[in-house]
């Protein structure tokens, strides 16, 4: 049988394992998924020793996605933009393939699932870290009317914006309302939210968090108590998991039956 798994450092309350799993039976295919401890010192190591006992394929979460890609033979455009990489696979020539999967994930969440559009939409992404920088190379693609990336540190906003082809902002400067506002920072785990204004927000403002949980995200709440729609970040979650599978089994899974089994464990427990 098949044997994937993903590795990160700390691994045990991981979804992946549940999520593939779902996947496999969805699909009917016949595969194992397991969780696998990163280690510090060894990763690359560890990585090898998978793959040369028959490992099929890994997901990589934090700390590891920038080793990851720095292990690899051939990287994907998505990974080569994000400078990171999330999902690993062995070539038939036994090169190490790398992708990043989460912006896709999330692309796909909110046109597949929610049915939106970032076509020729105002955009803004509050944040500049890794994980904005993650799904920069797939929102662009989708052909927005423009991309504004706030950050409370000017300067690393304006770096991802030189290098994506888009704007910059401090939350201060921001002007107008958009479209579409994405919610990158960690401010939903801290409960500390950016400095947003309230005028951001328009009659059609859709509000997207990547992060997730069982009440409504502090940036969500913001937004519906400013009249605004919007998602968490569960069905990102479930979407990168999803571009993975494809990439190994040339299976795509669908994920909106997922998400919502999996909101009602998260209500239940």
């Given at each position: 049988m098949d044997q994937y798994a993903v590795v990160g450092n700390p691994i045990a309350h991981s979804k992946s394992p549940s999520i593939?799993?779902?996947?496999?039976?969805q699909t009917q295919q016949s595969l194992t998924y397991s969780t696998l401890l990163g280690d510090e010192v060894g990763f690359e190591q560890q990585?090898?020793?998978?793959?040369?006992?028959?490992?099929?394929?890994?997901?990589?979460?934090?700390?590891?996605?920038?080793?990851?890609?720095?292990?690899?033979d051939i990287l994907s455009q998505r990974a080569k933009q994000a400078g990171a990489v999330n999902t690993l696979l062995l070539s038939e020539k036994g090169e190490l393939f790398g992708d990043n999967t989460d912006?896709?994930?999330?692309?796909?969440?909110?046109?597949?699932?929610?049915?939106?559009?970032?076509?020729?939409k105002r955009v803004l992404i509050l944040g500049a870290g890794g994980a904005v920088r993650g799904v920069l190379e797939p929102?662009?693609?989708?052909?927005?009317?423009?991309?504004?990336?706030?950050?409370?540190?000017?300067e690393k906003a304006q770096g991802l914006?030189?290098?994506?082809?888009?704007?910059?902002?401090?939350?201060d400067a921001l002007e107008g309302t958009f479209d579409i506002i994405i919610n990158g920072t960690s401010a939903s785990l801290s409960g500390n939210l950016p400095p947003l204004k309230d005028e951001l927000i328009g009659d059609q403002t859709w509000c997207y968090d990547m992060m997730y949980g069982i009440e409504r995200?502090?940036?969500?709440?913001?937004?519906?108590?400013?009249?605004?729609?919007?998602?968490?970040?569960?069905?990102?979650?479930?979407?990168?998991?999803a571009?993975?599978?494809?990439?190994w089994r040339q299976v795509r899974p669908n994920t909106a039956s997922l998400v919502k089994e999996m909101r009602q464990q998260m209500r239940v427990a």
């Open positions: 593939h799993a779902y996947f496999a039976t990585v090898r020793d998978f793959f040369q006992q028959g490992g099929k394929g890994l997901n990589v979460t934090v700390p590891f996605k920038e080793r990851a890609y720095a292990m690899c912006g896709i994930g999330m692309v796909r969440d909110i046109t597949d699932n929610y049915q939106r559009t970032l076509k020729n929102i662009l693609s989708a052909s927005p009317a423009s991309v504004t990336i706030a950050n409370r540190t000017v914006a030189d290098h994506f082809d888009c704007l910059a902002s401090s939350f995200t502090v940036f969500l709440q913001w937004a519906h108590e400013r009249g605004a729609d919007g998602a968490d970040g569960l069905g990102m979650l479930v979407g990168q998991a571009e993975a599978f494809y990439l």
